[in-house]
């Protein structure tokens, strides 16, 4: 593990080549500056919360929030923190159709087969004569009897029949 000896001559770990290095991103620059800013900012918060005010002002700091804020401030990011994947949830329900839509069963992606074929579910073999198309954007037409045919979506009668 220590050495490679290639060609005679022997390199050690520090003389083999590696990877060649990345440059950082924005992302991992601010990451690291926010990570670095943490423990000075929470230190001064932790300062400001506990010192009374008859001592900062000993001190010349005059200028600074009251100290309601010292309660308010952690309880308003605990109740955010809890909050907002709530209101992901809300709004994702809010945007998700009915059950009794038909757009839960089809999209801009549906694709009906225009040809007759035959489709195994499970045990059973159903034959589908399909040539109404959903989506006219999409032409889907076999070509020959050896090619593979398009993909397509089962349609719902089917799979009910199947499951009958």
């Not at 009251?66 to 605990?78: N, Q």
């Not at 089809?106 to 499970?122: A, C, E, L």
């Amino acid at each position: 593990v220590g050495t490679n000896i290639t060609s005679g001559e022997i390199k050690t770990p520090q003389m083999t080549e590696g990877p060649a290095r990345k440059e950082g991103s924005s992302t991992e620059a601010c990451g690291f500056v926010t990570y670095l800013l943490c423990f000075p900012i929470g230190l001064m918060y932790v300062i400001w919360a506990t010192i009374p005010d008859e001592t900062l002002q000993e001190l010349n700091i005059t200028y600074y929030p009251p100290p309601s804020l010292a309660v308010l401030l952690p309880t308003f990011l605990c109740i955010g923190f809890i909050s907002i994947p709530l209101l992901y949830a809300l709004m994702n329900h809010c945007s998700t159709p009915s059950f009794q839509s038909r757009d839960t069963l089809y999209d801009g992606h549906s694709r009906d087969p225009q040809f007759q074929t035959s489709v195994v579910i499970g045990s059973n073999n159903i034959n589908m004569n399909v040539n109404v198309n959903r989506n006219e954007s999409i032409p889907m037409k076999r070509t020959s009897t050896s090619s593979v045919p398009e993909l397509y979506d089962i349609d719902v009668s089917v799979i009910n029949q199947s499951l009958a």
